[in-house]
């Protein structure tokens, strides 16, 4: 018999504090706290939360866009920094795994990071998205294939990644072949309209089909005022409306409790770690029914570096 190990999960659905972009770390906190008192052992919180998506990308012309890249960039995280400490202190004090989205700051250039962080409040990984989307390309940098790996956490073994990291499947398969149990899923929501919303569950539940894994899936939410504070032409906040969809997918591509498609709030649901055994009995795609001498994927995960030496050592920071 499957051993059967219980896994309580939450995903996160809350605005962050764009008056004041530096207390957006303390509503992840204070979520943290109500989600302890609910005996969550794993949170998985949306895309970039910290300090807050740059949807002003999506709504203003590159021309327009200087003064509020620049406020993001002030208040970007750096990793580590004041707001990973308070994440790691809460994580510890309620052993609880954590999976935080933020804008990362590395000397000139933005990136959009998730962080993983143990229920030890150890950072078990910082990855930053391979390829940013569309409008998002004039804020973030690209990162690399170094932080495409599934982590050994207190809650099983966990991989992440965002938004439309999810369409590219060479990028899943890396962390497939890494035999994830968990994977979190990281949207910014509040974005582009039910569309989204529709899309994103199609993508999250056929994940958790064709991995076996269950899937954490993390939207932020916007108030009627946040949006209008971020565009006056009533037009463009049509496109700031929906594209909400908050949930928790079973290895067997079922929803694990009702989604959260408006408001703030938070989805929990109990995983029983043994349907991950009992959904790859059936249907291993990295296992028993990959064919790796016919096909098979190739991941340069090695740090990028603007420099290297001619001596061979290789740096990837300066």
Known sequence: MTE??????????????????????????????????????????PETFVPYYPYFSFVSPPVQQGKEHLRLYEHAV????????????????HNMVVILGVNE???????NAQIIFDSTGEILLKRRKITPTYHERMVWGQGDASGLKVVQSGAGRVGALACWEHYNPLARYCLMAQHE????????????????????????RHHALESGCFVINSTAWLSEEQ????????????GLRGGCFTAIVSPEGKLLG?????????VVADLDMALVTKRKRMMDSVGHYSRPELLSLLVRDEASSPM???SGVHHAEY
């Not at 207390?23 to 989600?35: D, F, G, N, S, Y």
């Not at 750096?78 to 004090?93: C, D, F, I, N, R």
Request: glycine share 8%; hydrophobic share 40%; with cysteine.
């Open 258 to 266: 009702e989604p959260l498609t408006e408001g703030e709030g938070l």
């Open 308 to 310: 290297r030496k001619t």
């Open 78 to 93: 750096t990793v580590p920094g004041s707001e990973t400490e308070a994440v790691s202190a809460m994580a510890a004090k």
């Open 181 to 204: 149990e968990i994977h979190c899923a990281q949207f910014p929501g509040s974005l582009v309209g039910q569309v989204f919303a529709d899309q994103m569950e199609v993508t999250i």
């Open 105 to 111: 700051r590395d000397h000139g250039t933005l990136y």
């Open 4 to 45: 059967s190990r219980i896994i309580r999960a939450a995903a996160a659905q809350i605005a962050p504090d764009l008056q004041n972009p530096g207390q957006t770390i303390q509503r992840v906190c204070q979520t943290m706290e109500e989600a302890a008192a609910r005996g969550v052992q794993i949170i998985v919180f």
């Open 227 to 238: 949006i209008q504070s971020i565009s006056q032409d009533s037009a463009l906040q049509k």
